[in-house]
Nanobody, 115 residues
Framework: QVQLAESGGALVQPGGSLKLSCVVSGVDFSLNPMGWYRQIPGMERELIATISIGLNAPYDADHVKGRVTATRDNAKNTAYLQMYRLEHEESGVYYC????????WGQGTQVTVSS
């Protein structure tokens, strides 16, 4: 059974940085193109960044472009999302998943941007 375990969420001030992690188990991680998603209360989950099998990062949502870096470490079965210059509106629960074929969602990790 595939399991996704996100971590690294925290309370951070506007303009701050944060790095999220996602450990994937139950599947060959190296064969999975990964995406990072954010869900704000009352809104649908949205894709904000991806990291491909070939370590390319082909997609960043327009509103985060230049302020996020998606990476992966296949030896650790872990995907990462480094976020910079965070804005208040980016508070929410962050999830990871295969962006081409969704597995059951993990619990996500809460990011709160507030002064």
């Amino acid at each position: 059974q595939v399991q996704l375990a996100e971590s690294g969420g925290a309370l951070v001030q506007p303009g701050g940085s944060l790095k999220l992690s996602c450990v994937v188990s139950g599947v060959d991680f190296s064969l999975n193109p990964m995406g990072w998603y954010r869900q704000i209360p009352g809104m649908e989950r949205e894709l904000i960044a991806t990291i491909s099998i070939g370590l390319n990062a082909p997609y960043d949502a327009d509103h985060v472009k230049g302020r996020v870096t998606a990476t992966r470490d296949n030896a650790k079965n872990t995907a990462y999302l480094q976020m910079y210059r965070l804005e208040h509106e980016e508070s929410g629960v962050y999830y990871c998943n295969n962006f081409q074929q969704h597995y059951p969602w993990g619990q996500g990790t809460q990011v709160t941007v507030s002064s």
